[in-house]
């Protein structure tokens, strides 16, 4: 008997390999220029529920986004990239401490434009691997669009057992979304739950109709989160004014208080109207190899290191 458990996952491990092809293929298609920015930073974008490693006096990154937004700033409309990103404390079925980011970042486009992009994205690589379609977990999922598209609203109406803004007043959000409204999305087809409160997205611009709302998705396949979208906030102030609304409600659950990116937040002005998208490699190897564990697409977890 083979003792390694890499023997055991071969097969879904060149899978992940046809899958990242795939990705750079069709970004590369499309115009977009792969890039590479470093994983060990000054300060991270700070997030209430998010903890960042530290190293060596720096963090290990969260996503690569302040690197990718400042390219933005610079000039650069059409980025991707394919990176190591850093979680303390996240691990089970679903999560790794260290994962496998692709972001992209699409210069004069918004939240809406990156729905379409993701469709595309997924079938494109579901056509390459020369599958008929994705089956999970016994479940067949219609990949055909559009897609359907669910507002957090309607999702905790529909879902929830408190209303959004009883969950927002109980700091309950994150719990009734987790446990009870995630389980239930995505199930047959993929779904965009969009339109979160703008207190839940602080990297993200406001509706223009509706300031309490942020122009921001996740799409569900199967129950699983894949991805994360904003339209991108190119306001300096708010976002100053909103990393310090994050920081001082990390200090009031006596989380450790991150310094300010200072250097993102000099570019933000220069940063033309964009949007992007951070989407999870590990969990959609997971959909194409029909892996109901994070473990069965990586080489190494960390209880092996």
């Not at 000054?42 to 400042?70: D, N, T, Y």
């Not at 223009?208 to 991108?232: K, Q, V, W």
């Not at 937040?265 to 992007?276: Q, R, S, Y």
Request: aromatic letters at 10%; a negative charge; hydrophobic letters at 45%.
């Amino acid at each position: 008997m083979n003792p390694y458990r890499q023997s055991r996952i071969r097969r879904q491990l060149e899978i992940r390999a046809q899958v990242l092809r795939a990705v750079r293929a069709f970004f590369q298609n499309a115009g977009y220029l792969e890039v590479e920015t470093p994983v060990r930073i000054p300060a991270p974008a700070p997030e209430a529920h998010i903890e960042v490693p530290p190293a060596g006096g720096w963090f290990l990154q969260a996503s690569p986004e302040l690197c990718m937004k400042r390219l933005l700033a610079a000039g650069y409309d059409k980025i991707f990239q394919i990176c190591p990103s850093f979680r303390a404390g996240e691990r089970g079925d679903r999560h790794l401490p260290e994962m496998t980011l692709l972001e992209w970042y699409t210069a004069h486009a918004d939240y809406l434009d990156m729905m379409t992009q993701c469709e595309q994205l997924i079938n494109y690589i579901v056509n390459c691997l020369g599958l008929p379609g994705l089956h999970y977990q016994g479940s067949v999922i219609d990949l055909k669009g559009p897609w359907p598209r669910l507002t957090i609203a309607e999702a905790f109406a529909r879902f929830g057992s408190l209303s959004v803004s009883r969950a927002l007043e109980t700091g309950r959000f994150d719990e009734i979304l987790g446990l009870e409204i995630e389980p239930a999305l995505g199930t047959g087809r993929p779904v965009f739950l969009y339109d979160y409160p703008v207190q839940c997205a602080a990297l993200a611009r406001r509706k223009p109709a509706d300031p309490d709302i942020a122009e921001r998705f996740e799409l569900y396949i199967a129950g699983l989160e894949l991805c994360n979208t904003f339209s991108e906030l190119t306001d300096p102030v708010e976002q100053r004014a909103r990393f310090e609304q994050v920081l001082s409600q990390r200090a009031v659950d006596g989380k450790p208080r991150y310094p300010q990116p200072e250097t993102f937040l000099a570019a933000v002005a220069d940063m033309p109207a964009a949007a992007g998208t951070a989407l999870g490699i590990d969990r959609l190897v997971m959909l194409v190899a029909d892996a109901a564990r994070i473990d069965e697409v990586v080489s190494f977890i960390p209880e092996e290191l």
